[in-house]
């Protein structure tokens, strides 16, 4: 059965794709919003941190230590961080949803004059934004919700494609953002 789409409900076309590692799935891909999606739900490899064994160690790469995938991150996060803080400090908090090791929260806490704040499924980077970097860092949106922060800008950087239920998610962050706050 071929699935309607999650953000608008559309009919989708469906074909199978190889990924990196090896195994087939079937991408679905949105008539109406081009939105592209899978069926099975990737919080479980997400969360035990095996994301970086199907993408990296099955294609014969070898999977980083934290602190080498840190630097590597901060520096691709550069030019985001230039692009997003050109025109000077955010005023009030920041909060990144999906924030792996948390390079680009640690690059921009001097630009940020609230809190920087974010968001990791994966338990073991979690962790390490919060013991290494001391932030602020839950595991879910719902989780941070519940705190009833509010954002002036909120950053998703390659994590949409991951939401279970997107305009759940989305929403969710919307009511989270100050009175003309960004998602970016």
Known sequence: MIPACRICAGSVNSRDIVLRCGSS???HC?????????????????????????????????IPAPEEDFKNGARQARSYIDECFAGGSVQGNVLEVGCSWGYFLESVKSEVQGSVIGIEVNDIRREFVKSTLGLD???SIAECAKNKIKFEKIFLFYVIEYFVNPVRELSLLTEMLDAGGELI
Do not use: N, T
């Open 25 to 27: 799935l079937k991408l």
């Open 30 to 62: 949105c008539s109406s919003c081009d939105y592209e999606f899978f069926v099975e739900d990737p919080i479980k490899g997400l969360k035990a941190d095996s994301l970086d064994k199907s993408r990296l160690a099955s294609a014969g790469l070898c």
């Open 137 to 139: 860092c839950y595991s």
